[in-house]
């Protein structure tokens, strides 16, 4: 007799997405920004116009010239606002990854079919034999001291070769010249925003506690964002013409699309809206704020649309495409898994399609929104809607997408009831299993379920947790730092009952089998040392 299937329940977050062509967040963020919002505000406006003037909603809540008054969108001061947060958040990480440049440069010639050696031979031509890397800048340029004592980017060969064409005149373009000096200032302005805010939260390392007069200096020290990257910024987010690698460029073309390429790379991993996002969503509800109000509306329809788009090529794909949710299918249809419960913070319906495409009927809990969602501020309740019903519901309705913030609305008795019905799920479930969620701060709501479902379960528990570790190499997975960084994010003490595996880009882990096969074998395994003996 076959054992019965494991009752498992599932969670996923962006990560579970990329096979199916989803961008992650940062990625996401930068084409949230550079889209035109013509359609989306339109929307606005006929929703506007389909609210009764005479209705206590329209006398009340809505200013009294609503009917008439300017429809306003984001524009560049609160793009310059996104910016200036990036780079207070995420400094260490845009330094890192800037120390990181020719690993960068060799994925963009990698995936543009462009040959190393090809690079190097013309750099060779250029520079009298000189091979690329031969000679780095690490040794003759050195940052002031107090901006810390590594500065790798001079060390990296692809950046020291450009470096290398600007000091030749033959060589040296305005584009490279200014996509380089965007990245110096970006790396200078990450490195100086730790000065400055080491400054201003330490400015006395001793003082006497009694004496707040010393308190009262804290924050004397501002950096100034228009030598601090933001050039870099802005180049990325309206490139007129934006270079792009071809075989057979010029050397110089080479370098400029690669400099153009690493920059966008890197802001798109490191750009961060959530404090415009956490700045404005207390609007939604001060409709009398008028300008903010529709600038908070407006995005979070932009977000929708632009999701939506992402979606539908998904969807077109789904049916040759291979990715998590087909493993899922398969282990369910092959009896190996019996699904209790399936949890998202995505925001699309792949999983729902993916499962209906199989004869499936299992459904995802959408925690984070999705979107067929949208949430009336004014009566703070969620409504499931189509597109075509919100430009004539009579009332300001926004896409239930709080994507990259920390605030969103749950006290709803909708998504209370969702995030309740999905623990239940959980705790009644032999396994968990978290796939391409990384329990990050804006998360935290999500991250406490987690947290209680750990603490509560114990070493004890017969219930297993797995959480799938994505990993450029998983034959280099270091389980003792990975688990480490998972206590530090959850804030718990210990990992007892969870299993850390590591998966690859192809959701194949140590050994080459597949993550769910690898997890659901784990598990038949535990089932039989538990068995009794039949002696």
Request: hydrophobic share 40%; with cysteine; net charge negative.
């Amino acid at each position: 007799m076959l054992p019965p299937p494991v009752k498992m329940s599932l969670f996923f977050g962006a990560g579970a997405e990329v096979g199916y062509d989803m961008p992650t967040g940062g990625r996401f963020a930068l084409e949230i920004f550079r889209r035109p919002l013509d359609g989306e505000r339109e929307i606005f406006q006929k929703m506007r116009a389909s609210i009764n003037p005479l209705s206590t909603y329209a006398t009340k809540w809505l200013p009294k010239d609503y009917a008439s008054k300017r429809v306003n969108v984001f524009g560049k001061s609160e793009k310059t606002t996104v910016f200036e947060s990036s780079l207070e958040y995420k400094r260490h990480e845009i330094k890192l990854q800037l120390d990181r440049y020719d690993e960068h440069a060799l994925y963009l010639l990698r995936q543009n079919g462009i040959s190393e050696r090809e690079i190097d031979d013309e750099f060779a031509k250029s520079f009298d034999g000189r091979r690329l890397g031969a000679h780095t800048f690490g040794g003759v340029v050195r940052l002031n001291d107090r901006l810390g004592a590594s500065h790798k980017i001079f060390e990296t060969n692809y950046f020291s070769a450009m470096l290398d064409l600007l000091s030749n005149k033959a060589l040296a373009t305005p584009a490279l010249k200014k996509y380089v000096r965007a990245t110096l200032q970006l790396y200078v302005g990450a490195l100086g925003q730790d000065l400055v805010s080491s400054l201003n939260h330490e400015l006395f390392t001793h003082a006497p506690a009694n004496l707040a007069v010393f308190d009262d200096l804290d924050g004397l020290f501002r950096l100034e964002h228009i030598q601090a990257g933001l050039e870099a910024y802005e180049l990325i987010m309206e490139p007129s013409k934006p270079p792009k690698l071809n075989p057979g460029q010029s050397l110089p073309e080479v370098f400029e699309a690669i400099a153009f390429g690493v920059l966008d790379s890197i802001m798109s991993s490191c750009l961060d809206y959530q404090a415009l996002m956490d700045g404005h969503f207390r609007y939604l509800y001060a409709p009398q704020e008028w300008a903010k109000f529709c600038k908070i509306s407006i995005f979070l329809h932009s977000v929708r649309s632009y999701i939506v788009e992402l979606e539908s090529k998904a969807l077109a794909n789904l049916s040759g495409g291979d990715g998590y949710y087909h493993d899922i299918a398969k282990c369910v249809a092959a009896g190996g898994i019996a699904i209790s419960g399936v949890g998202t913070a995505n925001y699309t319906s792949l999983f729902n399609e993916v499962m209906k495409s199989a004869g499936l009927g299992e459904r995802a809990s959408f925690l984070n929104g999705s979107v067929g969602d949208y949430y009336d501020p004014y009566r703070n309740s969620i409504l499931a809607m189509e597109n075509d019903e919100v430009a004539t519901c009579g009332r300001f309705v926004v896409p239930f997408l709080f994507t990259q913030s920390g605030i969103k609305p749950l006290t709803t008795v909708e998504m209370s009831r969702r995030y309740v019905q999905f623990y239940d799920a959980m705790d009644a479930s032999d396994a968990v299993v978290v796939a391409g969620f990384g329990f990050n701060g804006d998360d935290s709501h999500i991250n406490g379920m987690f947290r209680q479902l750990i603490e509560s379960a114990g070493s004890a528990s017969k219930r297993k947790i797995f959480l799938c570790w994505y990993c450029d190499d998983v034959g280099r997975f270091d389980e003792r730092t990975a688990k480490l960084e998972v206590c530090k994010k959850l804030r718990v003490e210990n990992l007892d009952g969870v299993t850390l595996v590591p998966v690859g880009r192809d959701r194949k882990t140590v050994g080459g089998s597949n993550w769910l096969d690898h997890i659901v074998a784990t598990l038949a395994v535990a089932v039989d040392l538990k068995a009794p003996s039949s002696a």
